[in-house]
C-alpha cells in the first residue's frame, strides 16, 4: 500500500541546470504517503505528464508499462495504463475513473494527523496487516519516518527510514540497508547511487534533462533486476485540460497512437498526474 498513491515533486530547477541530488531527493527518495486523493505532482509551473517504465529482467511478468492520468485543476479525472506482458506484442488498456484511483476505493482508510513536528499517516484496511503506520518527521533536506506494520495476531514489524542531503551526498537508509548518491563530476544533472559496502559498485543512475519545454527525470535500476523509470513533466500553461473518453479499447500499440509520441511521451494536450504502485 505505501506506494499505491505517491504525489511526485520536482527540486530545485532554473532554466540552465538541474540539481540532481535535490531532485532526486524530492522525486524518488522519499517514498511515503502523502495523501488519499488523486492529485497532480505540480512544481511551479510543472505538471507530471507521463511515466515510461521498462522492466530489463525478463522473469518478471511485466515488461513495459505505461500510465496515463488526465486531470481537471489539481484532481484526476481519470487514468488509462498501458501493459504489455513479456512475449506480447500487444497493450492492454485498462481506463480508472477518479473512484477507482483514491486509497478508499481499494477499501483502505487513510488517517492524516499532526502530532507536533511528527506527522502519522495510518492505513486501515482488508489486507495483511490490516493496519499500516507511518510516523513521519521531514526538514527541507532530511525526511527520517518509521513504518509498522501491524498483523491480526498482534505481531508488529518496525522499520526505520532515513534521507537526507550533507555534503553534497544524499544518504539513504532503508531496513538497515544504507546507500548515497553523488553528482556526476561533470555533470551536476547526474548523479549515481553506491551501496554503503564496496563503494565502487554503482547500484543506480538518475539524470535529468530539459528537452524543448519538457523536463525528464530517470532512474536507472541496475544489477539482477534492472529497470527503467521515466517521468515527463510540462509546463502547465501550455495544455488545456483533457476529459478522457470512457470508451474502451482492447488492444493498442502506444508507440504509434495519438496519445503517445516515440520517445513514449504523450502527445499535447494530454494532461496526466502520475501515482507510484
Known amino acids: 500500500m505505501k506506494k499505491l498513491i505517491l504525489i511526485i515533486t ?10 540532481c541530488l535535490r531532485s532526486t531527493f524530492d522525486i524518488f527518495a522519499k517514498e511515503y504517503p502523502n495523501s488519499s486523493e488523486p492529485t497532480t505532482a505540480i512544481y511551479k509551473n510543472f505538471f507530471v505528464d507521463s511515466i515510461y517504465l521498462h522492466y530489463a529482467d525478463t522473469s518478471h511478468s511485466t515488461e513495459f508499462d505505461n500510465n496515463k492520468y488526465y486531470y481537471t485543476g489539481t484532481h ?7 501493459t504489455k506482458e513479456h512475449g506480447s506484442d500487444n497493450w492492454e488498456i485498462k481506463v480508472l475513473s477518479p473512484e477507482e ?5 481499494y477499501g483502505v482508510k487513510t488517517t492524516i494527523t499532526q502530532e507536533g513536528d511528527f ?7 482488508k489486507g495483511n496487516p490490516p493496519v499500516i503506520e507511518y510516523l513521519i518527521y521531514e526538514t527541507k533536506d532530511s525526511v527520517y519516518y518509521t513504518v509498522s506494520y501491524l498483523y491480526e495476531s498482534g505481531n508488529i514489524d518496525s522499520y ?11 544518504y539513504t537508509t532503508e531496513s538497515g540497508i544504507k546507500a548515497y548518491i553523488v553528482r556526476d563530476s561533470a555533470n551536476e544533472s547526474k548523479c549515481y547511487e553506491y551501496d554503503d559496502y564496496p563503494q565502487n559498485k554503482v547500484y543506480a543512475t538518475y539524470e535529468y534533462e530539459m528537452r524543448g519545454d519538457t523536463l525528464t527525470a530517470t532512474e536507472k535500476i541496475l544489477g539482477g533486476y534492472q529497470s527503467t523509470f521515466t517521468i515527463f513533466f510540462v509546463p502547465s500553461e501550455k495544455y488545456s ?3 478522457i473518453s470512457g470508451k474502451r479499447h482492447p488492444k493498442m500499440n502506444p508507440a504509434k497512437s495519438k496519445d ?11 494532461h496526466i498526474a502520475i501515482f507510484k504502485h
Request: proline share 2%; hydrophobic share 40%; charged share 30%.
Open 10 to 19: 520536482l527540486g530545485a530547477l532554473n532554466a540552465f541546470a538541474i540539481d
Open 76 to 82: 484526476v479525472d481519470s487514468a488509462k495504463t498501458y
Open 101 to 105: 484511483l483514491t486509497l478508499e476505493a
Open 119 to 125: 506527522k502519522r499517516v495510518r492505513q486501515e484496511g
Open 160 to 170: 526505520e527510514h532515513r534521507v537526507y542531503i550533507r555534503n553534497d551526498t544524499l
Open 241 to 243: 485540460t483533457a476529459i
Open 260 to 270: 503517445f509520441d516515440l520517445l513514449g511521451r504523450p502527445a499535447k494536450n494530454k
